[in-house]
């Protein structure tokens, strides 16, 4: 499975937007990149996932460059409810029996100030 | 609402104790993978099961385990119970064996487990 590493924490103002990379150098031709966002005491939520160049959605988006071997994730003028733990998580597509489902790190906190 | 009901939300114990965690999954989810989160830790992966068959295996002590019925609901029994194994423990649910088949872990809100 591909290790990631992320910064352990980010602090940003309100209304900023917000850019937490992620590296992922050995990153297989099947892996995808997939990106969970955490509050305290819940369970991680779904926020975005991507194979290559650009995904965007109602919440993020994601850049990823040619060579994939790290990932980029915007929040777009960020709210002090965006504060939480976000994880990057990468994995194949199709998990065969005896694979170890993806792994979460420790991820980025994220601290949104006023 | 993730759609994944985990019970009991919150559970002291005293060491060498048993417990047992409920999830039940998302109507039409197959799988249930189950977490532990220590204070400060990242999400420690233990177990997954699709259709009732166990699928992945992680870090999981051999003090715990795993089953998931036929109506597909999950439990995870925590036996001789130690200080260290109070945590959170997440289950989550997807719709087929694989992570990225739907691209979407769906989580519970977690059952906290105390050890005194």
């Known amino acids: 499975l591909a290790k990631t590493t992320q910064p352990i924490s980010m602090d940003s103002y309100e209304g900023q937007e917000v850019n937490i990379t992620c590296s992922h150098n050995n990153i297989a031709t099947n892996d995808y990149i997939t990106w969970y966002q955490q509050f305290p005491s819940q369970g991680p939520r779904f926020i975005i996932q991507?194979?290559?160049t650009k995904v965007t959605n109602e919440v993020a988006s994601l850049f990823i460059p040619a060579d994939r071997k790290s990932s980029t994730l915007s929040l777009p003028r960020v709210s002090l409810s965006d504060t939480a733990v976000y994880y990057c998580l990468v994995g194949d597509r199709f998990l065969s029996s005896g694979n170890t489902p993806l792994v979460f790190g420790k991820g980025t906190r994220l601290s949104v100030i006023a | 609402d993730s759609g994944v009901t985990q019970t009991p939300k919150h559970l002291i114990t005293a060491t060498g104790q048993r417990v047992t965690l409920r999830c039940s999954p998302r109507s039409g989810d197959l799988s249930v993978y189950w977490y532990q989160q220590s204070l400060d830790q990242g999400l420690q992966f233990l177990i997954q099961y699709y259709n009732g068959e166990e699928r992945a295996k992680g870090n999981i002590l051999e003090r715990f385990s795993a089953q998931q019925f036929p109506d597909l609901h999950s439990e995870l029994n925590l036996s001789s119970l130690e200080l260290g194994d109070s945590a959170l423990y997440f289950c989550?649910?997807?719709?087929?064996?694989?992570?990225?088949?739907?691209?979407?872990?769906?989580f519970g809100e977690g059952s906290r487990l105390t050890v005194l």
């Open positions: 989550a649910s997807s719709v087929g064996a694989g992570l990225h088949d739907t691209g979407e872990l769906f």
């Open positions: 991507g194979y290559k």
